[in-house]
């Protein structure tokens, strides 16, 4: 039913800025709340960021806080990850994920996930 496509990862280095983008296939964007993971190297996949259908609500993983926001565009069925600050443990994969909205906030887990983008931070 879904389809997401993750685009702006890269090499960066310590301290610089990222904006990472998701788009979505569907007819019902503002259906879907959104979700960012990351699995770094050697490690399991994590939590990022969280964001309602609205986008007023968000959530961030404590490693994230004070440096990432996420957001989106519903008329583009996009969201966004905008990383600041970057370090280099936030190398990783980077997949956006997608789950209809119910009646729990945020989601307890996700159906839909993107192919992912690769985010490289040198120090």
């Known amino acids: 039913q879904l389809q997401l496509v993750e685009s702006g990862g890269g090499l960066v280095q310590a301290g610089g800025s990222l904006r990472l983008s998701c788009a979505a296939s569907?007819?019902?964007?503002?259906?879907?709340?959104m979700a960012w993971f990351r699995q770094a190297p050697g490690k399991e996949r994590e939590f990022v960021a969280a964001?309602?259908?609205?986008?007023?609500?968000?959530y961030y993983a404590d490693s994230v806080k004070g440096r990432f926001t996420t957001s989106r565009v519903n008329a583009k069925n996009t969201i966004y990850l905008q990383m600041n600050s970057l370090k280099p443990e936030d190398t990783a994969v980077y997949y956006c994920?997608?789950?209809?909205?119910?009646?729990?906030?945020?989601?307890?887990?996700?159906?839909?996930w993107g192919q992912g983008t690769q985010v490289t931070v040198s120090s």
């Open positions: 569907t007819r019902t964007f503002n259906s879907y709340a």
């Open positions: 964001i309602s259908w609205s986008g007023g609500s968000t």
């Open positions: 994920a997608a789950e209809l909205v119910g009646s729990t906030w945020p989601p307890p887990s996700y159906d839909y």
